[in-house]
């Protein structure tokens, strides 16, 4: 069973910055991408950034301000996230996928207020 554990939310004004993480246990075969989405309340579930191995790609609101990374000994995915607006504010989810399955994590909730 693949468990997917997220870290790194809060609270944190606008400019500021937060990083989550995310790291994958369990039976992981074929790890095809890894990614981040959000869902702010009463709007549907987006993606933010993904990576593969020689790959990211970036939703166009965050590009510039946020930074995926992966630590592959680590099984662990990272989103750096620089210059945050209040618009950022929801549930950040991480995403795994592979071949047979897509796994998402519990979420890790970011505010951004004054």
């Known amino acids: 069973q693949v468990q997917l554990v997220e870290s790194g939310g809060g609270l944190v004004q606008p400019g500021g910055s937060l990083r989550l993480s995310c790291a994958a246990s369990g039976s992981i075969f074929g790890m095809i991408r890894m990614g981040w989405y959000r869902q702010a309340p009463g709007k549907q579930r987006e993606s933010v950034a993904s990576i593969t191995r020689g790959d990211t790609n970036y939703a166009e609101s965050v590009k510039g301000r946020f930074t995926i990374s992966r630590d592959n000994h680590k099984n662990t995915v990272y989103l750096q996230m620089n210059s945050l607006k209040v618009e950022d504010t929801a549930v950040y989810y991480c995403?795994?996928?592979?071949?047979?399955?897509?796994?998402w994590g519990q979420g890790t909730q970011v505010t951004v207020s004054s």
């Open positions: 995403m795994l996928l592979t071949p047979l399955k897509n796994y």
